[in-house]
């Protein structure tokens, strides 16, 4: 006689499960979806979008389904599903695709579209069409006041205006699907110009079109007297004919600064800048691409790094450099600079100067006043004007310096793994095996000459280094007029002169 079972104790099924309807149900919510953006109902874009920010939505749908079906095979006394291997790999997609959706909702494809000027008929389309809007804006700019522009995309060029009025030409460009939506965001991001305490502020309010690309250009008259601020993220600025200082913080755009008479301050990201004709001061900092500055009757500052190129000419006070590999200061700078990752090259330059690098041939020519050079693993040439205290010290490359003929100075010189050469037999050198030091004054004494170098040789020339300057040119031919031209030779030797 068999035992009766427990009671409330549920049968053990050995039977199959059932099957899962997680993921055929996923699926058809993607595929509803996807239908809806081949009928138009919605905008691929927004689809994009709205994965983007919900996918994690079936996911929980699909843990929900799996929840449910577990707690039915308890009820029923069947075995539940589980997520097998196709599971599996649908889950992997959706994370995946999920993550990679996310990340890409945060890129600014507006601006991408913009920078890289994609045609509409290629792939253009990908960001929508292009729609083009323009607007004027235009009021009395008050007596004393300032202007403070902000941007987020789109180029800002500030003009001298007639009379005491601020006029702003708009052009905009907006990347949307219809142009019924682009009327939408056009409405929706109208420049705003308000007024505060004397200051006068622009917002080209590109964001208010939230995801969509929007660009403004603004073209903004304004007193002559008018100090300018200006903000932006992505275009280009140009200020010309300012007697007010201006303030310019940039991202990923070319700053152009013409005719200003105050100070110009810059603050720039991923940006260029090339400054001209300032009366002021004028600093530059950041992480800065390439920078060009000319004519400044101020003083010179900047201070970050610079990706690129630094041309630097006629600058009448001080100019001050300052990066991660080069420290330089001038008392001022009557010729040109030119700076890159591997050279630096100064023309009639005066001190007192000071200028420490490392992994740079420097080139200095014309230099008058006191001078301190430090190089690391570069070569380093100095030719004086008019001397002062000299100081240079490098180490693995050599050095050449060319003092004045007439010049009068005290020196003392160290090369370690080097010898030393000189044009002025009133030093007294000593060339040994493994260093080598010289030392001496030359005429009645006077300024301080240190030469150390460590790993490389040491030459002092006097006048100009004689491979520095250029070869003189050759005698025409013409000057020796033969009585009688001979007739071409068959196969003329052709001439080496250059």
């Known amino acids: ?29 993607i595929g509803v979806v996807f239908l809806l953006g081949t009928m138009g109902v919605l905008h691929w874009w927004d689809l994009g979008r709205l994965f983007a920010h919900y996918w994690p939505v ?13 707690m039915r095979a308890q009820q029923t006394g069947t075995r539940a599903s589980g997520i097998g291997v196709g ?11 999920g993550v990679i959706a996310s990340q890409l909702s ?13 045609d509409e008929g290629d792939f253009g389309n990908w960001f929508g069409q292009s729609f083009s809007y323009s607007d004027q804006l235009s009021q009395a700019f008050p007596a004393g006041g300032s202007l403070h522009v902000v941007s987020d995309r789109g180029a800002v060029k ?13 052009d905009k460009r907006i990347h949307a699907d219809n ?37 403004t250009d603004l073209t903004i008259s304004v007193p002559k007297k008018a100090p300018v601020t200006i903000s932006t993220r992505h275009g280009d600025v140009t200020i010309t004919g300012r007697d007010g200082a201006v303030d ?11 005719d200003v008479n105050g100070n110009a301050s810059l603050n720039l990201q991923h940006s260029s800048a090339k400054v001209t004709n300032v009366a002021g001061d004028v600093a530059i900092d950041g992480r800065v691409n390439d920078v060009s500055v000319s004519d400044i009757k101020g003083a010179l500052r900047l201070t970050g790094e610079f990706m690129e190129s630094v041309k630097l000419s006629n600058v009448a006070k001080a100019v001050s450099f300052k990066s991660a590999r080069t420290d330089m200061e001038f008392a001022r700078l009557e010729g040109t600079l030119d700076l890159d990752s591997g050279d630096l090259r100064a023309t009639s330059a005066a001190g007192p100067a000071r200028l420490i690098t490392k992994s740079k041939d420097i080139h ?100 100009a280094i004689q491979a520095s300057a250029p070869p003189a040119p050759p005698v025409p031919p013409a000057v020796r007029t033969p009585k009688h031209v001979p007739a071409p030779e068959e196969n003329p030797v052709e001439s080496t002169d250059n």
């Open 364 to 463: 200095l020519e014309g230099i008058s006043g006191d001078l301190h050079v430090e190089d690391t693993n570069g070569e380093v040439e100095v030719i004086v004007r008019k001397l002062g205290n000299l100081q240079v010290d490098n180490r693995n490359g050599d050095i050449q310096v060319s003092l004045p003929t007439q010049a009068n100075f005290k020196l003392e010189a160290r090369a370690g793994n080097g010898e030393i050469q000189s044009d002025f037999g009133e030093l007294k050198i000593n060339n040994g095996d493994r260093e080598a030091t010289a030392a001496g004054t030359v005429g009645s004494g006077g300024p301080a000459v240190r030469i150390t170098n460590e790993h490389g040789t040491i030459e002092i020339h006097k006048g």
């Open 158 to 170: 500030i003009l001298e205006s007639d009379g005491n009025q601020i006029n702003v030409v708009v």
């Open 1 to 29: 006689m068999s035992s009766p079972a427990p009671v409330g104790t549920a049968p053990v099924s050995t039977g199959r499960p059932n099957r899962s309807f997680a993921g055929p149900v996923v699926l058809i919510v």
């Open 248 to 258: 310019i913080a940039s991202q990923h755009g070319d700053v152009t600064v013409v």
């Open 179 to 215: 142009q019924q939506s682009a009327d939408k965001y056009n409405t929706g991001t109208k420049p705003q110009l308000t007024v505060s305490d004397k200051v006068v502020t622009i917002n080209a309010n590109t964001q208010g079109a939230g995801d969509h690309g929007v660009t």
């Open 58 to 70: 079936l996911i929980i749908l699909w843990g929900v389904i799996k929840l449910a079906e577990h």
């Open 106 to 118: 945060g890129v600014n494809w507006g601006a991408l579209h913009d920078q890289i000027g994609l």
């Open 87 to 97: 599971g599996v790999f649908l889950l992997i997609f959706l994370i995946t695709s």
